[in-house]
């Protein structure tokens, strides 16, 4: 289990764009399971004003799909520190397909990412997996292709 300060130091994003809280589990080089709480502060709620409706304050489905392949660069990132490969590269998620929503979420939701690294490429990695909520089932994702580009060249 890795806590949030642990995170911030193994993947390159930060703070307002970090979407993952904890890792709950992790198998190296195949699965990783991670928490987001979604709370009333987050940025994408910044511009709303008071006495909205539950309707506006649905956590953004580009964010939580954001946090869900977070997981998967914390994972693909530790097989890469494993290797002895720590060159300064971030994780892109390229490509995704197959993404089923099922419900919203709000503030006062936590989000439990599980994200399986279904093959490793001399390009990048395939992933799929799934975000629930309490127990239900929010997103699939069927596919997913993420690559490695060198940090300097993303800012």
């Known amino acids: 289990m890795l806590e949030h300060g642990a995170i911030r130091g193994r993947i390159p994003h930060a703070h307002p764009m970090l979407h993952v809280d904890r890792v709950l589990e992790m198998e190296p080089h195949d699965l990783i399971v991670t928490s987001k709480a ?21 956590y953004p489905p580009s964010l939580l799909i954001e946090s869900w392949g977070q997981g998967g660069a914390l994972l693909w990132l530790e097989r890469e520190r494993a290797q002895g490969r720590t060159d300064g590269n971030a994780p892109i998620l390229a490509t995704l ?28 990695v395939i992933m799929s997996g799934e975000t629930r909520c309490e127990g239900d ?19």
Do not use: K, M, N
């Open 137 to 155: 089932l929010v997103a699939e994702v069927g596919y997913a292709l993420a690559v490695l580009r060198p940090s300097g060249e993303l800012f």
């Open 38 to 58: 979604i709370t009333g502060s987050e940025t994408c709620y910044a511009q709303l004003g008071p006495g909205v409706g539950q309707p506006a304050l649905r």
């Open 97 to 124: 397909r197959d993404i089923t929503f099922h419900r919203g979420v709000y503030p006062g939701d936590t989000l439990r990412h599980t994200v399986r690294i279904d093959q490793y490429t001399a390009a990048g």
